[in-house]
């Protein structure tokens, strides 16, 4: 019962993070061509992770108390029809209005999925189970801009949205035939209300860590082309280090992952993040196309290296404060990074130079772990 629900959620993940990932890339042209300028991009960008933002605590408290599988079902099936959507939108008003709703569907699945996982996942085997699933999330983001290029330049915008529609739309039936509705409900009176678990120690040092490794990833996303342009490093290059990253990420997490489950996972957060942020500090110092491979490398490395734990943490933490609560409210705090990190750095860029961004987004992460460090040191070993 475990594979089959592990197998089943991991194929439709990896359908729906593929449908995401082949627009990410084209939305701001896509917004530009109908009129979008600096402030509407930024706001129809962070209006599909405030709106995340929004919903996440809710849904996740709600599937502890009615179940998941509906969640994941109806979220899938919202991808598929919000994605012609986006082909009837004529303004940059209509675009934002879709982008938001988008959104809302979006905090239906990965958290709830990740739930639902942690919740069925064999003992001792948490930070493996969760290093393989993370792999469905980072393989469908990665190659989903190859495929969205490649489909625009062929068919044109429609296509893209189309191929996410249909993505969508099989993930929705595999889903809804195939995922077994497992009803390990809580009794409303068994959750932990929000205030109490966010006394937790080991919560509060985690949700600092989702943030700050969240902003250091935006950095990457969002200002990483415009310093490889600078250097004069072309286009398909630029999607070659992102390949990179994305290569070394999926291809460690289950090997992390295994390595956390028998030694201390605190310990491999504390790495992940110091490999990642000695990443960003580096950047600015590099001028070649070859160093920017060998810092993607470090990137996607220290990704692996952290991320299976902080996962299995959560899932540990999870079986008695609510598995769905808590993973939609860390998931909560990796979303507000991603809404203040474009904000923040472009305000950064603006007054000095992109240079300083990845050393304030390097420092950041760094300081992540450092308050993570402080609130867990005390702690005893988790697994």
Request: some cysteine.
């Amino acid at each position: 019962m475990h594979k089959k629900i592990f197998n089943t959620l991991f194929v439709a993940v990896f359908a729906s993070m593929l449908g995401i990932g082949i627009i990410t890339p084209l939305m701001p042209i896509y917004a530009e061509s109908l009129g979008a300028g600096g402030l509407w991009l930024g706001v129809i960008f962070s209006g599909f992770a405030l709106s995340r933002l929004i919903l996440l605590p809710i849904i996740g408290r709600i599937s502890d108390l009615k179940g998941r599988k509906k969640f994941i079902v109806w979220g899938l099936l919202g991808y598929a029809v919000i994605s012609l959507f986006y082909l009837l939108a004529d303004s940059i008003y209509s675009l934002a209005v879709v982008r938001i709703i988008h959104g809302f569907t979006s905090a239906m699945i990965v958290p709830v999925a990740m739930a639902y996982v942690g919740e069925t996942r064999k003992e001792g085997k948490e930070a493996a189970s969760m290093g393989t699933f993370n792999i469905a999330l980072f393989l469908g983001m990665g190659m989903g801009p190859i495929l969205g290029g490649l489909l625009k330049d062929v068919f044109g915008f429609d296509a893209a949205f189309y191929a996410m529609a249909l993505l969508s739309l099989a993930a929705f039936f595999i889903t809804l035939f195939l995922l077994p509705d497992i009803k390990n409900l809580r009794k409303k009176e068994d959750i932990i209300p929000f205030r109490t678990i966010f006394k937790n120690n080991i919560v509060k040092g985690l949700f600092f860590t989702r943030i700050s490794m969240a902003m250091g990833r935006a950095s990457l996303m969002v200002f990483l082309p415009l310093f490889a342009s600078n250097i004069n490093i072309t286009a398909s290059k630029i999607g070659i280090l992102f390949a990179v990253d994305t290569f070394f990420n999926i291809s460690l997490q289950r090997v992390f992952g295994r390595l956390a489950d028998r030694y201390n996972k605190f310990s491999f957060i504390m790495i992940g993040i110091l490999i990642g942020g000695t990443g960003l500090l580096l950047i600015p110092f590099v001028d070649s196309f070859r160093e920017l491979i060998f810092i993607s490398a470090l990137m996607g490395i220290g990704t692996a290296v952290a991320i299976p734990s902080v996962t299995a943490i959560t899932v540990l933490l999870g079986k008695n404060m609510g598995m769905g609560t808590l993973m939609s409210s860390l998931d909560t705090a990796m979303t507000a990074g991603f809404v203040v990190s474009p904000l923040l750095l472009g305000a950064i860029m603006d007054a000095s130079s992109i240079r300083y961004v990845f050393c304030t987004a390097g420092l950041i992460e760094f300081l992540g772990g450092t308050v993570f460090y402080f609130y867990t040191r005390r702690q005893a070993k988790i697994g």
